[in-house]
């Protein structure tokens, strides 16, 4: 049972250049997120997924797209990185909330650097 | 709006002495309030919830954490630190009824808890 595994763990792009945040979860959970982690800022929700086939944007949605490829995995793709985009990316998945109140589960996260 | 302020962004205290992490929050109705833990590049981990209820939550590794509308606060405590304890905390806070999955995070306290 490994959780929430986020590739890759590092990466360092050029301003423009594109690239995709993977995210798996192994609990059978219904709702996934992404957050960023900025230094004195705490974490932001960029979009979130609250189950399979739907997905919303949260605070700080924008320059992101994401995909809720299946239950396990949801995406999340920076079309053309800017150096405000430099921060650390989270996912986290939960149960569905219909059913009650339920913490969110995270992964190691992945460090990009925007050049 | 939903917000959190953790007014310390630093806490120092000496291994074996109570520990107090400060949390307030602002939500117009009844608020979810939750306490993670980050290690050094490592992800964010639960260490207790308030839903509703007792206003003393117990939680992982000793932690506790209490509940008080009035002063709309959520702060968390441990009687004895660890020099293990010594990490970034995060509280966090959702509204009742609120879009599913919506977490607002504090910026983070970082305790450290020395020999």
Same mark, same amino acid.
């Given at each position: 049972? #490994?959780?929430?595994?986020? =590739?890759? *763990?590092?990466? @360092?792009?050029?301003?423009?250049?594109?690239?995709? &945040?993977?995210?798996?979860?192994?609990?059978?959970?219904?709702?996934?997120?992404?957050?960023?982690?900025?230094?004195?800022?705490?974490?932001?929700?960029?979009?979130?997924? #609250?189950?399979?086939?739907? =997905?919303? *944007?949260?605070? @700080?949605?924008?320059?992101?797209?994401?995909?809720? &490829?299946?239950?396990?995995?949801?995406?999340?793709?920076?079309?053309?990185?800017?150096?405000?985009?430099?921060?650390?990316?989270?996912?986290?998945?939960?149960?569905?909330?219909?059913?009650?109140?339920?913490?969110?589960?995270?992964?190691?996260?992945?460090?990009?650097?925007?050049? | 709006?939903?917000?959190?302020?953790?007014?310390?962004?630093?806490?120092?205290?000496?291994?074996?002495?109570?520990?107090?992490?400060?949390?307030?929050?602002?939500?117009?109705?009844?608020?979810?309030?939750?306490?993670?833990?980050?290690?050094?590049?490592?992800?964010?981990?639960?260490?207790?919830?308030?839903?509703?209820?007792?206003?003393?939550?117990?939680?992982?590794?000793?932690?506790?954490?209490?509940?008080?509308?009035?002063?709309?606060?959520?702060?968390?405590?441990?009687?004895?630190?660890?020099?293990?304890?010594?990490?970034?905390?995060?509280?966090?806070?959702?509204?009742?009824?609120?879009?599913?999955?919506?977490?607002?995070?504090?910026?983070?306290?970082?305790?450290?808890?020395?020999?």
């Amino acid at each position: 049972n #490994a959780g929430v595994t986020q =590739t890759p *763990k590092f990466q @360092v792009l050029k301003t423009g250049q594109s690239m995709t &945040l993977q995210c798996a979860q192994d609990m059978n959970h219904n709702s996934m997120y992404w957050y960023r982690q900025d230094p004195g800022m705490g974490l932001r929700l960029i979009y979130y997924s #609250a189950s399979e086939g739907t =997905t919303d *944007k949260g605070e @700080v949605p924008n320059g992101y797209n994401v995909s809720r &490829l299946n239950k396990r995995e949801f995406s999340l793709r920076l079309e053309s990185a800017a150096p405000s985009q430099t921060s650390v990316y989270f996912c986290a998945s939960s149960e569905f909330e219909t059913s009650g109140i339920y913490e969110q589960y995270f992964g190691p996260g992945t460090r990009l650097t925007v050049t | 709006a939903q917000s959190v302020a953790q007014p310390e962004d630093q806490v120092n205290v000496a291994e074996g002495n109570p520990l107090t992490v400060k949390c307030t929050y602002s939500v117009s109705g009844n608020p979810y309030l939750f306490w993670y833990v980050q290690y050094p590049n490592r992800g964010l981990q639960f260490l207790l919830k308030y839903i509703t209820g007792d206003n003393l939550v117990k939680g992982s590794y000793g932690f506790e954490a209490e509940f008080n509308k009035s002063q709309t606060s959520f702060h968390l405590k441990k009687p004895s630190a660890l020099v293990s304890d010594s990490a970034l905390y995060f509280c966090a806070v959702r509204e009742m009824g609120s879009t599913l999955g919506r977490l607002y995070f504090g910026r983070g306290t970082q305790l450290t808890v020395w020999p």
